[in-house]
């Protein structure tokens, strides 16, 4: 601080093995030193070291990254290094990554369908103890793969049996797919607790939870089915569902689901010892990534840009998810309008409605950053048609939006207050 730096590199360090990058101020500065012709992907590492801190910090128990949201291994350490010692994996893939990338890890394997064999490796090789389930028959392949030679069955298992819960107050819905019924839950719970060294309840309010009453609503069901049941539960699992900020989506603060959580999960009929758990993905990645990317054309108000629904912009394109945007161009200062964006590709399908809000003049040539892209963007890339190569650059500014940083607004509080003397 004091002494003022040129625009560009501040200093460069190296990162995936041998690959050399620079640390730039902005995506401005990108932009102007790279001129690039392909989408850059902008890292921000002070941004998820603080995010991983807060959840260290402020949730009353123990926070398991949800690896399946970005599962960029400089991110991976980046996390490991702000105290996430535990780390939701959900395909044998992420569990031998995690594995390779943190050897000291806590690896809990949370999708509740798994081949027997990705099981058994995950036992028997990585030293996997926790496993999720929400049926008999995942129960009973659990058990059978984590068997010893003599088929003696495994005594250190720690099981949650995954609980189907409403995903009313979430952006996207996780209530199809997973989960057992409440009211066929009991006799699931009792199978697992005779086989589980620690038995857990867990369930997922949906992503982009808006609410902190989604919890409450699940801590409630979850309740019911302890009760039903009458066992004896160590691990509760609020799941993720964690929200970030985007247009249109602005949530309350996070400490405020760290509140109704700690309150409602205090009065369960658990053990004395039970943990409470959740398993953060968005909200830890979120503001990790934006993507730099060049308007190619431009025709009404459609533009075409050179990243989309097979790049990092899939939920902008399949479930009409609105990423903060910003043209980098500083003489484009016209009135902002909307624009909908075509990708780089030879498919109709890749268009995404938007509407993203940018500089009326806007046009081919100019840059546009597209922020808070660190959860699902970079992880759902494809090299559909040629494209989906992008290069991965560490920035030093803050993302577009924070729940962390300190200046975020309640949207709850008006500033229509008549304050009486």
Not at 26 to 39: H, I, K
Not at 218 to 224: F, I, M, S, T, Y
Not at 322 to 347: I, N, Q
Not at 357 to 372: F, H, Q, R, S, W
Request: proline share 6%; glycine share 8%.
């Amino acid at each position: 601080m004091g002494t003022s730096k040129p625009q560009g590199s501040l200093s460069k360090r190296t990162v995936w093995g041998s690959l050399e990058l620079h640390i730039y101020q902005d995506a401005s500065a990108v932009a102007g030193a790279l001129a690039p012709d392909e989408p850059v992907i902008l890292n921000r590492p002070r941004a998820a070291v603080r995010a991983a801190r807060f959840f260290v910090e402020r949730f009353p128990g123990k926070s398991l990254y949800a690896v399946k949201a970005n599962p960029s291994p400089e991110l991976l350490a980046l996390l490991w290094d702000a105290g996430i010692t535990h780390y939701d994996v959900a395909s044998i893939a992420e569990v031998r990554l995690v594995r390779r990338v943190l050897p000291q890890a806590t690896l809990c394997f949370m999708h509740p369908v798994k081949t027997a064999s990705a099981i058994a490796e995950a036992y028997k090789v990585h030293g996997v103890r926790t496993f999720s389930l929400d049926s008999q028959e995942e129960l009973d392949k659990i058990v059978a793969a984590t068997a010893g030679d003599d088929g003696t069955a495994a005594t250190d298992l720690s099981l949650c049996v995954r609980l189907r819960v409403s995903s009313d107050y979430s952006e996207l819905s996780l209530a199809a797919k997973f989960g057992i019924d409440l009211a066929d839950a009991a006799p699931l719970l009792q199978a697992t607790r005779q086989v589980a060294d620690c038995l857990g309840i867990c369930f997922h309010v949906g992503s982009q939870a808006m609410t902190p009453f989604a919890y409450v609503q699940a801590l409630e069901r979850v309740r019911a089915a302890i009760v039903d049941a009458s066992v004896t539960v160590d691990i509760v699992d609020v799941g993720g569902g964690f929200p970030s900020i985007y247009p249109g989506m602005e949530p309350p603060p996070l400490t405020d689901y760290f509140t109704v959580i700690h309150r409602a999960a205090e009065s369960l009929p658990v053990s004395y010892s039970s943990e409470l758990w959740c398993e953060p993905g968005r909200a830890l990645c979120a503001e990790y990534n934006s993507l730099l990317v060049r308007v190619e054309k431009r025709r009404g108000d459609e533009l075409y840009i050179n990243d989309g629904a097979y790049g990092a912009l899939f939920d902008a394109a399949h479930v009409g998810w609105r990423f903060p945007v910003k043209c980098l161009d500083r003489t484009r200062r016209s009135a902002p309008a909307e624009f909908a964006f075509y990708g780089p590709t030879c498919d109709d399908a890749d268009f995404m409605k938007g509407p993203f809000v940018l500089p009326a003049d806007i046009g081919p040539g100019d840059y546009i950053e597209i922020g808070m892209l660190g959860a699902y963007g970079a992880a759902m890339r494809t090299a559909f048609n040629g494209f989906g190569q992008a290069e991965a650059i560490d920035v030093a500014d803050e993302p577009m939006a924070s729940q962390y940083r300190g200046d975020w607004r309640d949207p709850r509080v008006s500033d229509n207050v008549v304050r009486l003397r």
